[in-house]
């Protein structure tokens, strides 16, 4: 696998591969491009694949056979793995039954075709308001501290049984929501990001790959001091976090 920022490579070296397999909290804002925008910022070269459909669940992503091409064909340095967004915060049976069996599959598919790769589970964000799809009138979901609060147990609780790691996206999100209050990370549906919460997401997984501090001029178009927050609490929440992570064992 290359760990190019870890391992301190040339940055000469090929560029580091990373596929991301998701859903629109993957692609809105072409996320994976601002990491790329970041990575680069820094030095290195990073090279972002996308499989990804609007609403798709681990189970839906099984049934592709392009993405079962794409993991066979191997190659890949990172492959982050993103589920639906209300599915890891349903009933602790429902998500054993519905979503843990999904994701250890793609973590197998995933290391059969790229053993030294590092599978990241993305850990997603609580709705603005809890559920806003109301899958299920489970109580736990229907606030968006609660909700955050399941999806934080599910994605780390995926990333230790599979021996992966994972991207806090959510803590971090649960962060810049408590610090300021002001700042909307939201599109005005209330649970797909704006450009501002991409731009977190983004800065999370570049810190969960180099796994130290940076500071980047790269905003992808946000204002210089909101950028360098949203960099700081990304860090943060990586940094403070590694063993809970997954990260270090």
Not at 26 to 52: E, H, W
Not at 136 to 154: A, C, G, V
Not at 172 to 184: D, E, T
Request: charged share 20%.
């Amino acid at each position: 696998m290359l760990l190019l920022p870890a391992l301190g490579m040339s940055q000469t070296a090929d560029s580091v591969k990373v596929l991301w397999i998701g859903n629109s909290y993957t692609y809105y804002n072409d996320m994976p491009a601002i990491v790329r925008g970041l990575a680069l910022s820094q030095g290195f070269p990073l090279q972002p694949t996308k499989i990804t459909k609007g609403g798709e669940r681990f189970s839906g992503h099984l049934k592709n056979p392009k993405l079962h091409e794409a993991l066979k064909q191997g190659g890949w340095d990172y492959i982050v793995l993103q589920e639906q967004s209300t599915e890891p915060a349903q009933l602790t049976s429902e998500v054993i039954t519905n979503v843990y069996p999904y994701a250890h599959e793609l973590d197998s598919l995933a290391l059969a075709g790229s053993p030294q790769a590092k599978v990241i589970f993305y850990m997603t964000w609580g709705h603005r308001n809890g559920n806003a799809r109301k899958d299920t009138p489970y109580p736990l979901d229907n606030t968006y501290e609660l909700m955050q609060e399941r999806l934080k147990t599910s994605y780390i609780e995926m990333a230790w049984m599979n021996h992966a790691w994972c991207a806090p996206v959510g803590m971090a999100w649960q962060m810049m929501r408590h610090r300021h209050p002001g700042w909307n990370l939201y599109r005005k549906d209330n649970y797909h990001p704006n450009r501002l919460g991409s731009y977190l997401a983004a800065n999370v997984f570049l810190t969960t790959i180099l796994q130290h501090e940076y500071t980047s001029k790269y905003t992808a178009g946000l204002p210089r001091k909101q950028a360098r927050e949203a960099q700081r609490i990304a860090q943060k929440a990586v940094l403070d976090n590694l063993q809970l992570l997954g990260i270090k064992r």
